[in-house]
């Protein structure tokens, strides 16, 4: 049974109080899926509040946006305990690129969940290193369900691994789009690390010519 099908066996009401991640590398379609949620969830009549990190200002400085342009109105937080504040009331709350936040987004989400929120986060779960992304990892082990999508590989066209980082910059928070990171399989993003070693070593560094 898809999972689609599951969900219209069940009922959007049958899934309150509850949290739900969505994760896994860029253009994966990971806002997608939430912003599909979401929406699902209005048309069932439910109460739905939307957050995201203020910091994230690519397509909109307010919406929820996703790499195929598809939006929802969100409200964007610095402070996370907003988001317990702000969803008094609400049935549904939705938490879009959560690997921005720090740890404390657990705690939050656990207590909503505990309150019969249905809480849905969606956020990378690695880095551009391959490391685990701020709280993703934590919320991925208390979540009732956790969905990993995949992009494609844009060398090799198999199943997408991680995000690799195309311009040289070692801050961990960079906001990008196809021209900082291309989406890599597992074997495609060993080389390409690899291939950036080289350069770093012969001073070229993040040599673009060669991705």
Known sequence: MTENMIENAIGENRLQGRLEVICGSM???????????LKRARIAKQRVMIFKPKVDTRYSEINVVSHDHNSIPSQPVTDIQVILTQSVNYDVVGIDEAQFFDLGLVDVCNRLAYHGVRVIVAGLDMDFKGVPFGPMPNLCAIADEVTKVHAICVKCGALAYASH???????????????????????????????DQRNARSGNLFDTNNH
Not at 181 to 193: F, G, I, S, T
């Open 27 to 37: 253009f994966s379609g990971k806002t997608e899926e939430l912003i599909r949620r």
């Open 165 to 195: 980082r195309l311009v040289y910059n070692e801050a961990r928070v960079m906001l990008g789009e196809k021209t900082e990171y291309e989406p890599l399989c597992r074997e495609c993003y060993k080389k390409a690390v690899e291939e």
